[in-house]
């Protein structure tokens, strides 16, 4: 299964786009990238996915590279809101279609 | 359209005794994932149904156990708990099996072993 890496933690200015980084360098060509946050005790949040083309929604924007081996997903007008441990996930077939939620990168957004 | 939701949310169970947690998914949702969350462990995957059949499993021991029903609703069972055994259980609903399909989780439940 394809392992993500993340920085362990992110500070962002309320209003500032939020950058949040994944390198997933062992991505093979059938496997998603997920996004999930997770808010103090409450159950994690989908935020977006994507396979080889940049998605967007009304919560993110998820950029994912040429070669596939990283992504960003963006806030693009961070808010206190948006607080939380952020996951970046690679799901694999051959993992039995599970999500294998990593330590993730906890976002603090200051006022 | 309703989120998933688990009942009961807040439990307290005493060691040797057994629980059983309910998850509803959201409506038209056939596939039911459980994971459990520790501060230690992170979140871990315990099982999937999906149409009433058990289609992939964790690294649990046997004392958990789940099912579902026609109705897509499901159960997990945790029999002789252990104080190891505390945590939250979340419950996550897909519209279908398959890379592409999102999994929306639950509040959860968050169960103390005394």
């Known amino acids: 299964d394809a392992k993500t890496t993340q920085p362990p933690s992110m500070d962002c200015a309320e209003g500032r786009a939020a950058n949040l980084p994944c390198n997933h360098s062992?991505?093979?060509?059938?496997?998603?990238v997920y996004w999930y946050r997770q808010i103090h005790s409450q159950g994690p949040q989908y935020i977006i996915h994507?396979?080889?083309n940049n998605e967007t929604n009304e919560m993110a924007s998820l950029i994912i590279t040429e070669d596939r081996k990283s992504s960003t997903l963006i806030l693009p007008h961070a808010t206190l809101r948006d607080t939380a441990v952020y996951y970046c996930?690679?799901?694999?077939?051959?993992?039995?279609?599970?999500?294998?939620f990593g330590t993730g990168t906890s976002l603090t957004v200051i006022p | 359209k309703a989120g998933v939701t688990q009942t009961p949310r807040y439990l307290i169970k005493t060691r040797g005794q057994q629980v059983t947690l309910s998850c509803s998914p959201i409506?038209?949702?056939?596939?039911v994932s459980w994971y459990q969350q520790t501060p230690g462990q992170g979140l871990q995957f315990l099982f999937e149904?999906?149409?009433?059949?058990?289609?992939n499993k964790g690294n649990f021991p046997g004392r958990f156990s789940g099912r579902q029903f026609s109705n897509s609703r499901s159960e997990m069972n945790v029999s002789t708990l252990e104080l190891g055994d505390s945590a939250l259980y979340l419950c996550?609903?897909?519209?279908?099996?398959?890379?592409?399909?999102?999994?929306?989780f639950g509040p959860g439940t968050r169960l103390t072993v005394t």
């Open positions: 996550a609903s897909s519209l279908d099996q398959g890379l592409s399909y999102e999994q929306y």
């Open positions: 062992t991505i093979s060509g059938n496997e998603y």
């Open positions: 994507g396979l080889k």
């Open positions: 996930i690679v799901r694999s077939r051959g993992a039995g279609n599970q999500f294998y």
């Open positions: 409506s038209g949702h056939r596939s």
């Open positions: 149904y999906f149409s009433e059949t058990q289609r």
